[in-house]
């Protein structure tokens, strides 16, 4: 890539020499030198604008920014342009917040992207003696890691054989929400929104990956899996802190100890169901009985991973899977409750599609584009990870006039780009119907991109939405959805998923039979 710009920046050259011919300019001055001219009139990445470190530790620290980064970044696009860069400790940081730039550097990739350093998750591995997951994993390693854990998830026909394990627990969400309701003053609300689809996403998950259901929709929760739904939030809400403390502090404040504490119950809980996993299939084969090719089972009988790796894997994809579906269905239901007419016409769309009792299909959820357009409109507004990154291990980068060593930390800035208005017109608004081809889609395929792109996309893509389908066209069949009369404006927080700043409480109100 870097050599075609440089030879178009040869062909540039020749055409503006205004005092010798082609021929005669190149012969004279060389292809090498022409190249070298044409890389020092690249700039470097110190000549990109941006904050200082001062000013960065000020907005994060002394103005509290330090959950809203997302919201920094809104005001440092408007401030410095679509790339700027930022100092923090020893880290220098490449934003991007264009659509065409972030085209242009994803597409640089090369066989192995590689993410941020993960140097947290890293370290807690290597103390208590972990394979690296999907997640931290890099090179080679990666790429024969997530070839296996890609068989049985990302293909849809695959991620369709969920359906019918997934439709098993709506009824269980149905009964605790009409628990959640009786025990409210006005017999409608649902408290903590959020919460609740978090138990519906573990629940979900676990039965795809682990073949089993917790009970995460009981009345009451084991005390177990209560302790691992807990975990997960102050993992990541110490790792926000953490990145952004210099290492020295780290044994004085209690932010390390809670990370690398949660991220043992994590697991702990994992290592343990896969264990009873391993026992199942010895049972099963001491009986001569059919194992079958459910997630688990299949990784530890396929002989392409030890059961190590799979201990290392498991807790990491377990985690990623709960976040995306239960925030997203969370802020989905809240901006149905504020647009009464979506919701109708979301409703008029389900009922026409799966009309009476029956459980919706993959061949269903195929024939309803509006609730499709929600789910990436949801997205879209509510990215689950509202910033990503990239290093750029092996290679040097050409973005926008900009030349980047090796080993340069870019942020993508998903929650900037997916609110531009140059891509979506009133882009704070929850508008579904920009999402469908028949009202003409004009955004740039790259503002907007919730499961990232390439080989390094989310490995559970097609489970997490086939998940959020099933369940939301389900719930808006059976309830009405409105907004709790003391709720107000619900806005955003960065715990490094996407989450809102306070308990989005609604109410569910059911529609006659």
């Known amino acids: 890539m870097i050599a075609a710009r440089l030879g178009r920046g040869v062909r540039s050259l020749l055409q503006v ?86 085209e242009t550097l994803l597409k640089q990739e090369g066989k192995y992207p590689m993410r941020a350093d993960m140097n947290l998750w890293k370290m807690h591995r290597d103390l208590r003696g972990y394979s690296y997951g999907p997640l931290i994993e890099e090179g080679h390693r990666w790429q024969t890691l997530r070839s296996v854990l890609n068989q049985k998830m990302l293909k849809p026909t695959e991620a369709a054989n969920y359906a019918e394990s997934l439709n098993d627990i709506i009824p269980d969400l149905f009964n605790k929400i009409q628990e959640l309701k009786a025990q409210s003053p006005s017999g409608h609300t649902v408290e903590n929104v959020a919460g609740l689809m978090y138990k519906f996403a573990f629940e979900s998950i676990s039965t795809v990956i682990f073949e089993t259901r917790l009970g995460c929709l009981k009345k009451d929760i084991p005390e177990e899996t209560q302790k ?16 952004r403390l210099p290492s020295w502090t780290w044994n004085w404040l209690p932010y390390w100890g809670r990370f690398l ?9 994992a290592i343990k169901l896969i264990n009873k996993k391993i026992k199942d299939i010895e049972e099963r084969l001491q ?39 239960s925030n997203t269905l969370a802020w989905a239901l809240y ?54 990154s990239r290093v750029t291990v092996d290679r040097e980068v050409v973005l926008d006039g900009y030349m980047f060593p090796k080993n340069t930390q870019f ?26 081809r028949s009202e003409g889609m004009k955004h740039h395929p790259f503002s907007s991109i919730p ?29 009405q959805i409105l907004p709790d009369p003391k709720l107000g404006e619900v806005l955003t927080k960065n715990r490094v998923i996407l989450v809102s700043d306070k308990p989005i409480d609604l109410q569910f109100i059911d529609r006659p039979e």
């Open 17 to 102: 020499s205004p005092r010798l011919p082609a021929a005669r300019y190149k012969a004279s001055l060389g292809v090498s030198q022409l190249q070298a001219d044409h890389a020092r009139r690249l700039k470097t990445i110190d000549d990109l604008p941006g904050p200082s470190q001062l000013e960065s530790l000020y907005w994060i620290v002394l103005r509290g920014y330090i959950f809203y980064i997302h919201e920094l970044e809104v005001k440092q696009k408007k401030k410095y342009g679509p790339m700027w860069l930022s100092r923090i400790g020893d880290h220098r940081l490449v934003s991007i917040a264009s659509p065409h730039l972030l």
């Open 261 to 269: 504490g949660s991220w043992d119950i994590i697991f702990n809980y």
């Open 451 to 479: 499961f990232g792109f390439g080989v390094r996309g989310c490995l559970g893509r097609r489970v997490a939405e086939l998940e959020m389908h099933l369940a939301l066209s389900q719930i808006i069949k059976k309830f």
């Open 411 to 436: 942020i993508l800035c998903h929650y900037v780009l997916s609110r531009d208005e140059d891509n979506f017109p009133e882009p704070n608004r929850f508008l579904p119907r920009r999402w469908l």
């Open 287 to 325: 009986r001569g009985d059919d194992l079958g090719g459910a997630y688990l089972t299949h990784l530890l009988t396929n002989g392409n991973l030890s059961v190590k790796e799979v201990y290392g894997a498991m807790p990491e994809i377990l985690q990623a899977g709960v976040d995306t579906t």
């Open 335 to 388: 901006e149905l409750a504020r647009n009464p007419d979506i919701q109708q016409s979301l409703y008029e769309e389900v009922v026409r599609v799966i009309p009476g009792h029956r459980s919706p299909s993959t061949e269903d959820i195929a024939k309803m584009p509006l609730l499709k357009a929600i789910v990436k409109e949801t997205l879209r507004l509510y990215p689950v990870v509202p910033e990503n």
């Open 228 to 243: 691992f739904i807990n975990s997960i939030a102050v993992m990541l809400a110490s790792q926000n802190v953490l990145e």
